[in-house]
């Protein structure tokens, strides 16, 4: 963590860090389904609600992306976006 925190200080960038219980791997990424258990061996499923196939690794950095951006958007009605995504921002 302390590498990554220097890189992204040393680039201008703004870190950000994922709750450790953020469901990134278990959440559909297409419809936001997630799924109670998903064992780390299962490394592609199908969503039970839509139907999307998933690589677990693929999606995962889909829904990263996006708590990513959601960070980034304005609140339109007030609150902390990072409450809603699980995520702290670490600013240079």
């Known amino acids: 963590m302390r ?4 890189k992204a200080d040393w680039y201008g960038r703004k870190l950000v860090k994922i709750d450790r219980y953020f469901p990134s791997s278990k959440r559909c990424s ?18 039970p609600e839509c ?15 996006a708590a990513r ?3 980034s958007a304005p609140v339109a009605h007030g609150g902390d976006p990072q409450d809603r995504a699980g995520l702290s921002v670490e600013r240079p």
């Open 51 to 65: 139907a999307t196939h998933h690589d677990r690794d693929i999606n995962a950095s889909i829904n990263i992306l």
């Open 69 to 71: 951006l959601a960070v």
């Open 30 to 47: 297409n419809c936001g389904h997630v799924v109670e258990k998903l064992p780390l061996n299962i490394r592609e499923w199908d969503c």
């Open 3 to 6: 590498q990554l925190e220097y």
